[in-house]
T-cell receptor
Framework: EAGVTQFPSHSVIEKGQTVTLRCDPISGHDNLYWYRRVMGKEIKFLLHFVKESKQDESGMPNNRFLAERTGGTYSTLKVQPAELEDSGVYFCASSQGEREVFGQGTRLTVV | GQQVMQIPQYQHVQEGEDFTTYCNSSTTLSNIQWYKQRPGGHPVFLIQ?????EVKKQKRLTFQFGEAKKNSSLHITATQTTDVGTYFCAEYQAGTALIFGKGTTLSVSS
């Protein structure tokens, strides 16, 4: 089966610009998660979708981050405006149970 | 909130030596999952432990879940260069998501 796909793999943007990350989960997986790993630190939960609904967005850092999941399929995570501290690797994961499958991640660098 | 502490943060070994990483929690864990992230890669699920005192093996990897379900360990016997990466423990919290430890980064010299 196809895995979790994330796009782009890398993004370098200037502070103040907008970036949109995309995640295509495994087909049929109702659960979709976004995580972020800042260099040298732990992988931190951002939010969780069940189908198109936000189940838990307690990990979202602030209102500059907006996540959507259109029709319960792919998801986007928009950062607007980006700040330097937003740099890191953003992982998407999907699951149909307790075992999550991770995408390759998007490495975001804000300069 | 719930935190999973993981030590050590870094470990360097000579090829052939053993390696162990430990996870601890101040509260009882419902389960513990282990992931491996290769340099530049993404977390890949290794195993899940659920039962008190559970021990599972995958070739040279041995995973343990403590009797009190507050700690877990991953032991690698006779490390190889292919074992290089960061090993994360995580608790899956039903209805939310994975709560990760900070990870142990293993480097192996031949």
């Amino acid at each position: 089966e196809a895995g979790v796909t994330q796009f782009p793999s890398h993004s370098v943007i200037e502070k103040g610009q907008t970036v949109t990350l995309r995640c295509d989960p495994i087909s049929g997986h109702d659960n979709l998660y976004w995580y972020r790993r800042v260099m040298g630190k732990e992988i931190k939960f951002l939010l969780h979708f069940v189908k198109e609904s936000k189940q838990d967005e307690s990990g979202m850092p602030n209102n500059r981050f907006l996540a959507e999941r259109t029709g319960g399929t792919y998801s986007t995570l928009k950062v607007q405006p980006a700040e330097l501290e937003d740099s890191g690797v953003y992982f998407c994961a999907s699951s149909q149970g307790e075992r999550e499958v991770f995408g390759q991640g998007t490495r975001l660098t804000v300069v | 909130g719930q935190q999973v502490m993981q030590i050590p943060q870094y470990q360097h070994v000579q090829e052939g030596e053993d390696f162990t990483t430990y996870c601890n929690s101040s509260t009882t864990l419902s389960n513990i999952q282990w992931y491996k992230q290769r340099p530049g890669g993404h977390p890949v699920f290794l195993i899940q432990l659920v039962k008190s005192g559970e021990v599972k093996k995958q070739k040279r990897l041995t995973f343990q879940f403590g009797e009190a379900k507050k700690n877990s360990s991953l032991h690698i016997t006779a490390t190889q260069t292919t074992d290089v990466g960061t090993y994360f423990c995580a608790e899956y919290q039903a209805g939310t998501a994975l709560i990760f430890g900070k990870g142990t980064t293993l480097s192996v010299s031949s």
